[in-house]
């Protein structure tokens, strides 16, 4: 538990990585690549191997993998844990996923899945990675009976293609719906919630598995407004593009300090019209983003997104008044970095 | 295994005892015995069909655009596939039996109880909300029965009781008090309804036709207000309210004065003098205690001297009819006759002390008290 009290005290301060030590070709690997400047962020390494962190930034690493998607939504499980495997060690710097893995969870650790399931399975959270994360998290130790996926309703999870695998072994699923909601009221500066008992009673730790998706109240969802589903109430929460209401359920000790690791499912962002699922609105990216720092995760996953609209000739957000400015909002809140120049980007081609 | 109907019949005949011993409310649900959790989708009624499966909502002034999955604000309206659900239709999660001054409707039948109802959900989102545990809840995060109009309507009768929509936010459950009012209005039972006012005139309209009288809370009078402490907004409630005074429908006004944020001299001046300047000097007036809950549970109640200057600033702007309340025994509870100021409803809290209308007439001088009185 001692790593895990360290790994939040410096999510909590925005700091990523500073112990990272092994060696890694940094930015000296940096290039573009021919048709992909829409998506271009930073640093580019070309296999899976450990960065040095930059002091003080936290690290949001992207993963991209050009086969991972298969008939058009499904992912292809194999491609899934070649990617979380790269992402996981060049975010940590430890020397294999286990040891990534072990950084942000220990043994005795009840871990939950925050997916995000509303969409139905074409815009949710894909199973496949939640399969390959759990295989992985057994073997760190956390056994399947310590692992749940949840989200706001059951029949959101069923409908997400998720299915209750505690008979085989594995991680049950659990909407807030069947689990209920703590009767106290959490009271936050401009609301307040009751919070999901799945996060309160049966869980330690939040591995927030949010979906990349253009957002028409709130501009767009990623790891902070993912935890909207760990409230009872975030149908009040959707007016001023979700301002400040997803930075202070955020700021939430219950929700904050449970936090410890982020990865983002952009294999197909849906770029217009969301959250819902809308044909014809899913644009292929083929990438994860693994972060430690919600805000920054979705900054990075912010400018993703506005690459992949501008492809479609979409306007920025803000010109259509959908700027997420919940971000900054966030990071005054000292929950995180958002400002762009302050987080270091690490893309790994799978 | 006792039958629904046994079961409501059961609590109905406790209700009445209880009631005719003086009781000032029967809670009639129960925690667990027979409640749902998972709630039935009933066709919802004002809304339309946007592109891509979106619809967007009539009922309230929020106008929300919900996509397929999703619900609005009040969170208890679903669109499915394209459609839209009401999710709490027939589906009351508070069932009490009040004294009719408890809503307060003071000139609206003294001294009669009044079948009360509500279910999960609200379209605003008060930080001083007294029902928060219902109000501010999905339906499936409370317990509720299956109460379709008819039944709503038996036990009103049960009762000698007319119905109120009450409690949380009538006008996210629009359909049903429709429904139900149309239901008693057949069996010659009245219907009143509790609400914020943050409505839709078209839908609103719809309900008034059923409707005998209708308690608005007027909750600040300050776009501000409505917006830092409501979510909602205030002149789309002020529209509503002149809807139903149009109607013809009996009104009254609640304004709860939340120390230090609607209670200002200048804000209540200007809220009477609209009220007398839209609604006429005979629309009552209450100005009632704030007791510190939900998101607001700082804040000190309302001192009584706050009650009494902002009904003092009330007549002085010509209201005929200015009330305390939530203060029993305060200054300010009867109704006093405007022409010769004797008082012809002597109230203390919830009770009703002495009535001296005859035939809606002062029995002392004679003159026309405003209301519905038998």
Redesign the interface.
Known sequence: MASDEHDRRRFLHGLVGAALATAGCGSSCGGARAGRDDVRLSTVVTKTEAVRAKPGKPRVVVVRNKKVLVHDYDADAGAVRAMVDAGLVALSGEKDTIAALSRYFSGDTRVGFKINGLAGRNAATHVELVDVLSAMLTKVGIEGRRQVAFDRFTRDLTASGFVDRSRAGGYRIVGNDDAGHEDDLVQMPSSASRLSRVLTSQVDAVLNLPVLKQHMLAGMTGALKNNFGCIHNPNKMHIDNCDPYVAEVNAVPAIRDKQRLVIMDALRPVVHNGPSYQPGMGEVANALLFATDLVAVDTVGLEILEGLRRKRDLPPLAQVDLAPTYLTTAGKLGLGVSDRAGIEVVEIEV | MISRRDFFISCGGAGCALAAGGATGVLLLPRSALAN?TPRAFPARFWKKLP???VECGLCPKHC?V?????????VRENRDGEYFSLVWGQPCAMHVDPIEKKPLFHFLPGTRAFSIATAGCNL?CKCCQN?DIS???P??VDFQFMPPDEVVRMAKDYDACVTFTYSEPIVFLEYCIDTATAARKAGVRSTMVTGGSGEALPMKEALKFLDAVKVDLKGFTEDYYRRMC?GKLQPVLDTIEVIRKSGVWLELVHLCVPGQNDSEPEIRTMCRWVKQHLGADVPLHFTRFHPE??MKNVAPTPNETLVRCREIGMAEGLHFVYTGNVPGLAGEDTFCPHCNKSVVARRGFELLGLHIKNGHCEYCGTAIPGIWS
Request: aromatic residues 12%; proline residues 0%; charged residues 50%.
């Open positions: 959790t891509q499966k979106a655009k996509e397929d999955r999703e619900r609005g604000f009040c969170g989102e928060w501010q809840s999905k499936e995060d979510k939900y998101q």
